[in-house]
């Protein structure tokens, strides 16, 4: 096998010094914005699934006659398209309340209401308001929450942080390239007498192409992983926090195992438009030295 030799002295310009670090912050900014969406879009899917069939029913504590329960629980039963009924009991509302509050609920001094869920056939219910004007004649205090209206809300909301996210990573490449392109560029004005040198001693342009190659995929290997570690650090101590305070809703939706391998792509993106980059710049300007 033959071995690479390097005929430029690359140790010459101060390339080496800065290209790492560029490509190492593009690369992290790269992965927080592509975790932090993969992370938002985990947990809205999550919900999607899971409430977007349940209604939620509320009625105050002091308006909630045991008479007045049960024929709203008679009421829901008898409606088309719903499948389950189930009046919650205390230690329930306090553990769906955890996530908001922490674990302590246990002393909470203010009385909580009177709460039924509904499980409706998915995608199939559409007599919300129908169902409403029934139970507001038993109950005109009781409160029916609908969750498919803010998981729509939030799907909206999580479609334009998608966007924000490509925006920000398009941005990122567009910066990444235009970094490498000024910094071959500068390589390639400061070894012109040598390049020239050896294109009188008969090297191919593609042999030169290889030397600029070589030394961009080496620097944008290290960039991209200085970049990678230091995301992994930001990330973890998010989730760290997030734990701390008992976030759970965010702390169990942070950057998901399954969405590793989408994140490998950042780095590994940003060493191939790194090469790439480099060898049209090179090629290019080869074109035109006579």
Do not use: C
């Not at 912050?25 to 699934?49: C, D, H, P, R, Y």
């Not at 409430?51 to 939620?56: F, Q, Y």
């Not at 909470?108 to 308001?129: A, C």
């Not at 939706?253 to 969405?259: K, Q």
């Amino acid at each position: 096998m033959k071995r690479f030799r390097r005929d430029l002295p690359f140790e010459a310009d101060q390339i080496g010094r800065f290209l790492p670090w560029i490509i190492s912050f593009m690369v992290f900014l790269g992965l927080l914005a592509l975790a932090i969406t993969l992370s938002i879009s985990e947990t809205i899917n999550g919900w999607n699934k899971n409430m977007s069939s349940h209604i939620t029913i509320q009625v105050p504590s002091d308006k909630a006659s045991s008479d007045d329960l049960q024929k709203v629980i008679r009421i829901l039963k008898s409606t088309k398209g719903i499948e389950k009924v189930q009046l919650l009991d205390n230690s329930t509302k306090l553990t769906l309340i955890e996530p908001w509050l922490g674990k302590k609920t246990e002393n909470l001094s203010v009385l909580l209401p009177e709460v039924i869920e509904v499980e409706t056939e998915r995608n199939k219910f559409d007599n919300i308001s129908v169902l409403k004007i029934k139970l507001r004649e038993v109950i005109p205090e009781i409160t029916i929450d609908d969750h498919r209206e803010w998981l729509m809300r939030l799907i909206s909301t999580s479609d334009k942080i998608k966007i924000i996210s490509i925006a920000i990573l398009l941005i990122i490449g567009v910066i990444s390239v235009t970094s490498v392109m000024f910094a071959t560029k500068t390589g390639l004005a400061v070894h012109t007498p040598i390049i020239n040198l050896l294109h009188l001693m008969g090297a191919k342009d593609s042999y030169i192409v290889n030397q600029f190659q070589l030394r961009v995929l080496y620097l944008a290997i290290i960039g991209s992983f200085l970049g990678s570690v230091a995301a992994i650090i930001v990330l973890y101590i998010f989730k760290t926090i997030a734990q701390d305070i008992e976030l759970s809703i965010y702390s169990e939706s942070i950057v998901p195992l399954n969405n590793w391998l989408v994140l490998i792509t950042v780095p590994l993106t940003a060493i191939i438009i790194s090469v790439v980059t480099t060898r049209r710049v090179v090629l290019r300007t080869l074109a035109r030295i006579p």
